[in-house]
């Protein structure tokens, strides 16, 4: 029985030290992949561990449409600090392999979002964001279009253009416009 209490415990300090290595929020699917590849425990020991750890509080699960993410608290960074010794030198490893290998591509996967929502009048709210490698917000923008295939359209064509709409974005924004009177002086 303490073998496998033992074991429960360092698979879940697993889960929250691969989340604190790689420093973003991962998605189910990432989490399982690295967890499977590498045996560490099967898949509906993984969906159980990740709902205990959110119950206790030490992740936090956000949905985007078909995607879960999962990124560590406060109070589960504290947790894994405190236990970091119970994770073997070769799991910390290999971790830290993985996070070197993907987190790259990850964060890519991250930077550029686009999502649409039904609205009550049967419009659809398109929300588009791009952020940095840090994860830190460089735009957002929110449009109503009038169709799901419009909401579709919009968010296909950010992810594929986001660098040029950003840009000429800023480009657009910044840009002092020629003017023969100052609109802060009174002359």
Request: proline share 2%; net charge negative; glycine share 4%.
């Amino acid at each position: 029985m303490q073998y496998s209490t033992k074991k429960l415990a360092e698979n879940k300090l697993i889960i929250l030290h691969l989340l604190q290595k790689m420093g973003i929020a991962l998605s189910n699917s990432e989490i399982c992949q690295f967890l499977l590849e590498k045996n560490y425990m099967d898949y509906f020991s993984v969906q159980q561990y990740l709902s205990e750890l959110e119950g206790a509080g030490w992740l936090e699960k956000t949905r985007e449409q078909n995607n879960t993410r999962y990124t560590l608290t406060d109070d589960g960074e504290e947790v894994m600090n405190y236990f970091i010794s119970r994770i073997s030198d070769e799991v910390k490893n290999e971790i830290n392999v993985y996070v070197h290998e993907n987190g790259r591509r990850i964060r890519a996967e991250y930077a550029v979002t686009a999502n649409y929502f039904p609205e009550l009048n049967g419009d659809y709210l398109v929300k588009c964001g791009l952020c940095d490698d840090a994860g830190a917000t460089l735009m957002e923008i929110s449009v109503a279009v009038v169709s799901k295939n419009q909401a579709q359209t919009v968010c296909r064509n950010w992810k594929k253009n986001v660098n040029q709409y950003y840009r000429q974005f800023l480009s657009a924004l910044a840009a002092e416009e020629p003017s023969n009177k100052d609109p802060e002086s009174n002359t």
